[in-house]
């Protein structure tokens, strides 16, 4: 029970931390909360569906299953990167010498507006998706792990590998950390800071899309406002691991899936969202730059 | 070179140049002194595009840039070593330097044979940078960090430097090294625009220096005379 829990924990932990990475490279970058990276992570979700149910009109799920998902996969994280790019030209770019208070104000005010336009064009009622891959159930020691989870688990782990290695070692990546620490610095070498701040949009909001699209295969079920509580809890797990860091982000996210789903099961599943917060309460108290938190 | 025309650059409402005219030929090394808050610092922040000027013109080589961004700038040829260095403290000694090749190496990777030659003509003129390749930037002294500065701006092979108080808070030393340095680099052409507290060392150096003070030039001319000049030498040699 207790093992059993733990691998639930990380299958959800896993999603909350691919949407964290966008919170958190966001964050290290302009020092803007994004609330509507959430959304972003919503829209993902929906474009799944879309292109799911798409591929099966025009007969490519049955050719190959896998293929189509694959493909929906990609699909959706390039809108979803286009919607990134184009918020951060429209919403925050034009305010960016503006008072702190001003992008976040709008980055609230796009949430909504994403939420409400969501709403009005795919319905206000839960949408289903598609049960179009047999998961198979894998069974040891008195454990269950369905190969959907083993694939969420290793997806998000493999991706946020990726993209700790972009950071570290590319040349854009390299230029990501520059502007983070120094933005007139940075341009003073010849950097083109508003192509790294388009380019963090566009990664972060691909992630987002890959998580959206994963939860709506593991939970079956989408809605227009699941972007609200999964943004809120992923942006905890971002503080929780220390914002700005990428592996503080995997870090939260996995602590708080795994939390969540012990607590769930062993307090009490009525408090299930309140956790998280439980949780990052208790660690900012202790480590106030959270887990992997630069010290200042 | 470098032509500034009537300059005027704010802060807001705060007029920090009151318009300045500036020239700069090439091979030249020019100073620029005056005072704390005089505007020195606003001037090259707005040759290199950081700040915008209300009216006037910028001119490098005969094309206008004051309306270019800062990237656009420094890949034009102009480099600036602003003031405080502002080395970034969280990336190691090599890729700072990385980062100063930035618009010079390739999309993808920050390596390539053509700038294997440019590394090592700063590691020569530096050596303490190779031994601390792998440090954090953070983690050096304050003259191992205007090395790297002065370094990480060479990278980009700029044929007009911008320095903004390259001696500021170095033991005399190390101000020595510095000003050779520049002396060298002047040498192997590079046309140098310097800002100095340190007046003395740095009308020595000047083939042409500008005095401002609150946002205006006030005496400009070749640095020997300036060198000489009573009222400067009362107002800024401290004779
Ligand atoms: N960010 C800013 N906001 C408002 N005013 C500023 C800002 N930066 C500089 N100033 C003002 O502009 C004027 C010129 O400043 P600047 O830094 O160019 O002087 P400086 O000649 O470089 O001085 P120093 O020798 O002390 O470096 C000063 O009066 C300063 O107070
Ligand atoms: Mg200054």
Redo the contacts between chains.
Sequence with gaps: MFFQQILNGVTVGGVYALIALGYTMVYGILELINFAHGEIYMIGAYLGIIFIGIFTVIGLTQYSIPLAILLSFILSALFCSAYGFTIEKLAYKPLRKAPRLSPLISAIGVSIFLQNYVMLTQGATDKVFPHILETTKIEFFNLTITTLQVFIIITSLLLTGLLHLYVMKTKTGKAMRAVAQDKVMASLLGINIDRIISVTFIIGSGLAAVAGMMVAMYYGLVNYSIGYIAGIKAFAAAVLGGIGSIPGAMLGGFILGIVESLAASYLSSEYKDAYAFVILIIILLIKPRGLLGKSQ | MLLLKDIYTFYGHIEAIKGIDIYVNKGEIVCLIGSNGAGKSTALMTI?G?LKSKTGSITFEGEEIHRM???RI??KGI??V?EGR?I????TVR?NL???A??K??????KSEKLKRQYDKVYEMFPVLKEREKQMGGTLSGGEQQMLAIG??LM?KPKLLLLDEPSLGLAPIFVGKIFKTIKELNAKGLTILLVEQNARAALKLAHRGYVMESGRIVKEGEGKKLLHAPDIKRAYLGE
Excluded: D, I, N
Excluded at chain 2, 105 to 110: A, D, N
């Design positions: 290199s950081v961004l800062p990237h420094v890949a480099s600036q602003p502002r970034f403290p969280k990336l890729e990385e980062m100063g930035y618009t190496s390739s999309k993808l990777r920050v990480r701006a980009s």
